[in-house]
Nanobody, 119 residues
Framework: QVQLVESGGGWVQAGGSLRLSCTAP????????MAWYRQAPGKQRESVAA???????NYAESVKGRFTISRDNAKNTVYLQMNTLKPEDTAVYYC?????????????WGQGTQVTVSS
């Protein structure tokens, strides 16, 4: 069973910063695209940021200029640096990755980490 392990969530006041991390197992063959999603109470899960194997990124309009996604391929890890946090950023944040475990590519989710921003 392949698991993406997330960390870095927590509570922060508006204007503060947090950094999320998500690590894939070292036994996989390759990591392709990686991304962060979030789901606020009563809302659908939405894409926040994504990064390709080559480092190309894209962001939701609501986080552009405040969040930065990056990856360290040597550590099988993707990061989400979140600055100038707002109460509306409060959500459970999920890591997502396209992994090649043996031969084919499959899509995997992390367990989610809570981010709470107080006003």
């Amino acid at each position: 069973q392949v698991q993406l392990v997330e960390s870095g969530g927590g509570w922060v006041q508006a204007g503060g910063s947090l950094r999320l991390s998500c690590t894939a197992p070292g036994t996989i063959r390759r990591i392709n695209a990686m991304a962060w999603y979030r789901q606020a109470p009563g809302k659908q899960r939405e894409s926040v940021a994504a990064i390709t194997n080559g480092g190309s990124t894209n962001y939701a309009e609501s986080v552009k200029g405040r969040f930065t996604i990056s990856r360290d391929n040597a550590k099988n890890t993707v990061y989400l640096q979140m600055n100038t946090l707002k109460p509306e950023d409060t959500a459970v944040y999920y890591c997502n990755a396209d992994l090649v475990v043996r031969i084919r590519q499959d899509n995997y989710w992390g367990q989610g980490t809570q981010v709470t921003v107080s006003s």
